[in-house]
């Protein structure tokens, strides 16, 4: 993960401090669905290993070319930088602190599916479900954007707001509360996830078990945080979320 943490800050120095969107579109160009970062703007130039992108604790598949390639590609056997896909990692490029910015009034709720993961429609009725149909309405322009939600949601953002910001260097000042303190720029960074292991309501496809999650957070450290934890992304809400969260990325259904 620190070694994904440097690739993502040198593609940020060269992108007037953004970080890489999410990956909007698979292979064949169509819309795709993955949290994970956008492969093609970072393989071969930031990060010239796939191995880097790949979890030795994940059991799911072998290695990341039957993860990739096999299983979510073209079964080719070459890892093309568009067949990257969530799980074991996940990112979403945008500043998320809690799990009510993406599940707004469902959080601390039940979902319908096994063990309470929420299903596909339930996250239609969502901030994240609402960014998803904007971004599929845009053909995946919105994944590169800060995004505001309507009213509906008003107050589930960061700080009580109504915005998904896209992660950038300097995101901090959005959580800043006291400007007195030269000090809680630093703090803010701490706390704000870009990248974490696959946290999941099936204990199976945690990469750590018993179950956990690394966490790469935008000061670079990296943590691992045991399940249940008080804070996003690796609380029980976050567990019912995470496994159908990107569905509608896509579109529906």
């Known amino acids: 993960m620190k070694q994904m943490a440097l690739a993502f800050f040198m593609y940020a120095d060269e992108h007037e401090g953004r970080l890489p969107h999410r990956q909007v579109y698979k292979l064949d160009g169509s819309l795709g669905k993955e949290m994970i970062f956008n492969g093609p703007a970072m393989i071969p130039e930031y990060i010239t290993d796939v191995e880097v992108v790949w979890c030795p604790s994940w059991a799911a598949e072998a290695g990341p070319l039957e993860r990739y390639d096999a299983a979510k590609g073209n079964n080719d056997g070459i890892i093309q930088p568009q067949e990257l896909t969530k799980e074991p990692f996940n990112y ?17 709720t039940v979902g319908s599916e096994v063990n309470g993961r929420f299903s596909e429609t339930e996250h239609l009725n969502t ?28 107050g589930t953002q960061v700080g009580s707001g109504d915005t998904f910001y896209r992660l950038r260097q300097g995101i901090e000042r959005f959580l800043i ?5 030269p000090a809680s720029g630093a703090v803010a960074t701490s706390v704000v996830p870009v990248l974490w292991d696959q946290v999941t309501v099936h204990v199976r496809d945690f990469a750590h078990v018993p179950g956990g999650a690394n966490v790469l957070y935008m000061d670079g450290h990296v943590l691992f945080v045991r399940y249940p934890a008080t804070r996003f992304p690796v609380t029980v809400d976050s567990a019912r979320l995470m496994g159908r969260y990107n569905y509608l990325f896509d579109g529906i259904g």
């Open 92 to 108: 979403t490029g945008w500043l998320i602190l809690d799990d009510v910015n993406i599940l707004g009034p469902l959080v601390g």
């Open 127 to 154: 901030p994240f479900g609402e960014l998803a149909l904007a971004n599929v309405a845009s053909n995946g322009a919105t994944s590169d954007q800060d995004f505001t939600v309507s009213s509906t949601y008003a």
């Open 177 to 181: 509360t006291d400007i007195n303190n």
